[in-house]
């Protein structure tokens, strides 16, 4: 059995971090993150630092801009995971009916919102082998593209995210 992290901070907990997170992720600096608003991130030793990543799921308006948090925890009082396969949704739908005007071409009239950049790559993989009936991809060498399998086949900008699983495609 291991040790409990909610006893733990600071450097105790970044430890429990390093043990018992899986080696497959990988941290740009170390320290555990307490906050973050704007551009910057907080750190729970007190160190404040500037965000260039933009961090996954965090858009270029920064941590907890005020107007995105605020409608995140208005729909989470009405409805927190729609999962469209069962029923449509009112947001959904409207997020499509705002983007429509936006396509360069009226043909570009069907929607798929992926949950993640990895699966929107997946997806990308299947529809280029599908429509060229082609079964090479190019990728960009020194890119991420992501976790997945597909993903990691075509992400060479680290050699961790893939060691142990080749032949990946």
């Known amino acids: 059995m291991s040790s409990s992290s909610s006893n733990l901070n600071g450097e105790a907990l970044a430890e429990f971090g390093k043990k018992h997170v ?30 260039f990543t933009c961090g996954i799921g965090v858009t270029n308006l920064g941590h ?11 729909q989470c009082m009405d409805l927190v ?4 396969s069962i029923a449509f949704h009112g947001p959904y739908l409207r997020l499509i009916e705002a983007l429509l005007p936006m396509m360069p ?13 990895s699966e929107a790559v997946e997806a990308a993989i299947k529809m280029s082998r599908i429509i060229t009936k082609k079964q090479n991809i190019i990728a960009m060498q020194g890119g991420y593209h992501g ?9 060479k900008s680290k050699t961790i995210y893939s060691e142990g699983v080749a032949p990946l495609m």
């Open 22 to 51: 899986t080696k497959g992720l990988g941290q740009l600096t170390s320290g555990v993150m307490s906050k973050g608003q704007g551009s910057y991130m907080s750190f729970e030793d007190g160190r404040e630092m500037l965000d």
């Open 64 to 74: 907890c801009h005020p107007k995105v948090s605020g409608a995140a925890a208005a």
């Open 81 to 84: 995971h729609g999962q469209c």
């Open 105 to 117: 071409h009226p043909s570009l009239d069907s929607f798929f919102f992926w949950n993640s950049g």
């Open 147 to 155: 976790r997945t399998f597909g993903a990691m086949a075509v992400t």
